[in-house]
């Protein structure tokens, strides 16, 4: 069962270029996984399953993502730090890539509205920013939300609230 | 050494006659007999897997003892297998502190390191928080009113993994966690930490894992391997435990109340389906 759905780990993207609306092929999600860096090992810490033991591992986000809009995405290979490890931002086995790039609004910064990226990913210079009691992650002219992903946050970039 | 050869001995008998018995110790009368089981994968060389009673017996009366605490808190280095993007193989470490009051509340220090995680989970039996050292970031829900239910609706509906999770459910009211090992077996004496355990080897479908379990009157997990033999590079986790039975505990421990300089967020939702199909 869980090997129906080992689609790879999630993966951070950094969008260089810019996306191309209407492009045939939607990337492949190993391969955004494989070019997009780092990449958790997929090992379980828990021996029993917590909930239900025949989960279906089909995750759905609510970033509200529309995965049939095809992309030409970019991925910057030059962010590596640390020999390549950039912490702070990895998913388990049981998520699809989401931030594919395949979304339909551009964001700000050249990333898609609705991409969810890892705090280390986050432009310089940020700051918390509450509009209307929902926190945001402003940098420049771009806007983040904050969310829990799991354990860890992680930022969707959103159109400027206000 | 000598138990393994035993052990690799009596393997070879199997394969010319099943019900072969690998016991060391002499189970009690009443024990079954181990069960030969065939591996599941087809494999040019089909294996034959053991279940010995006596591994799954101390699983369980390490279960049963964890069930009989009422509250305790467990320290726990912790190491995991990551990749670097050429594929290496890295080992990332952290530390985790687990503080439980059953069977409602439960707090947990933890933190990973290189990966800059530093974060307090809080479970009080009415609400349940994370909240974030460094960043400040916490988000709430409404939780269930126990921790071995809170394990289940944070696995499903937002992709949490409780550290140490297995504490609750081994030795629970539900026994898919015996009905999943496909192979046990006694390995030998071993120290954890000044610790003397006895060393014991599983296996599942999805991972291999080793328990070392403390050899006395208080049966306690003292180290846990967990193998993912599922993934390609097979990567590891592995956690030693400290344990305190006594631990002072408060209400701040169990309760969020957040600072004046902490953002509200929320979970995103992923609702996994827990159909009975698949």
Redesign the interface.
């Given at each position: 069962?869980?090997?129906l759905n080992?689609s790879k780990q999630f993966i951070r993207l950094m969008i260089t270029g810019s996306l191309v609306i209407g492009m045939s092929a939607l990337l492949p999600e190993d391969a955004v996984a494989r070019g997009g860096?780092?990449?958790?090992?997929?090992?379980?810490?828990?021996?029993?399953?917590?909930?239900?033991?025949?989960?279906?591992?089909?995750?759905?986000?609510?970033?509200n993502i529309n995965r049939n809009v095809n992309a030409n995405v970019n991925v910057n290979r030059n962010v590596?730090v640390?020999?390549?490890?950039r912490?702070?931002y990895?998913y388990?086995?049981?998520?699809h890539g989401v931030s594919t790039g395949a979304a339909v609004a551009i964001g700000v910064a050249g990333l898609a509205v609705g991409t969810m990226i890892g705090?280390s990913q986050l432009p310089p210079s940020c700051s918390?920013v509450?509009v209307n009691g929902i926190?945001y992650q402003q940098c420049g002219s771009s806007w983040y939300?904050?969310?829990?992903?799991?354990?860890?946050?992680?930022y969707v970039v959103v159109n400027p609230p206000r | 050494m000598q138990h393994q050869f035993k052990r690799n001995a009596c393997t070879l008998m199997l394969m010319l006659a099943t019900g072969c018995s690998t016991q060391q110790a002499k189970p009690p009368a009443n024990t079954p007999q181990p069960v030969p089981v065939v591996a599941a994968e087809p494999a040019t060389v089909q294996t034959k897997l053991v279940i010995e009673p006596e591994a799954i017996n101390a699983l369980k009366r390490m279960g049963n003892y964890l069930h009989t605490l009422k509250t305790f808190s467990v320290s726990s280095q912790?190491s995991?297998?990551?990749?670097?993007?050429?594929g290496?193989?890295?080992m990332?470490d952290g530390e985790l502190t687990v503080t439980a009051q059953l069977p409602n509340r439960l707090h947990i220090d933890?933190k990973v390191f290189?990966?800059?995680?530093d974060?307090q989970?809080f479970y009080d039996g009415k609400t349940f928080t994370?909240y974030?050292n460094k960043?400040k970031?916490y988000?709430s829900i409404p939780a269930p009113s126990t921790i071995r239910e809170l394990?289940?609706?944070?696995?499903?509906r937002?992709?949490?993994?409780?550290?140490?999770?297995?504490l609750f459910?081994?030795g629970g009211d539900n026994h898919?966690?015996e009905a999943?090992i496909l192979a046990a077996s006694y390995i030998g004496t071993s120290l954890v930490n000044g610790v003397s355990c006895d060393h014991y080897a599983?296996h599942?479908a999805?991972?291999d894992?080793q328990l070392w379990i403390e050899k006395s009157e208080t049966p306690l997990p003292r180290k846990?391997v967990?193998t993912?033999t599922?993934?390609h590079?097979s990567?590891?986790?592995i956690?030693i435990m400290d344990w305190n039975l006594s631990p002072k505990t408060n209400n701040e421990l169990f309760t969020f109340v957040p600072h004046k300089d902490a953002?509200?967020?929320?979970?995103?939702?992923?609702?996994?389906?827990?159909?009975?199909?698949?």
């Open positions: 069962m869980q090997k080992r860096g780092f990449h958790d090992g997929g090992a379980r810490t828990h021996v029993n399953s917590a909930g239900n033991m025949n989960i279906n591992r089909n995750v759905n986000t609510n970033a590596n640390h020999g390549g490890y912490g702070g990895y388990d086995d049981h998520h705090a918390i509450s926190s939300q904050p969310q829990y992903s799991g354990s860890q946050v992680t | 912790t995991v297998d990551k990749e670097l993007e050429s290496q193989k890295i990332v933890r290189d990966d800059d995680i974060q989970f994370i974030g960043n970031f988000a394990l289940a609706v944070a696995w499903e937002y992709d949490i993994k409780m550290p140490l999770s297995d459910i081994w898919d966690d999943n599983f599942n999805d991972v894992w846990l967990i993912t599922e993934e590079k990567p590891q986790y956690s953002h509200k967020i929320e979970f995103m939702v992923v609702e996994k389906s827990t159909g009975n199909g698949k």
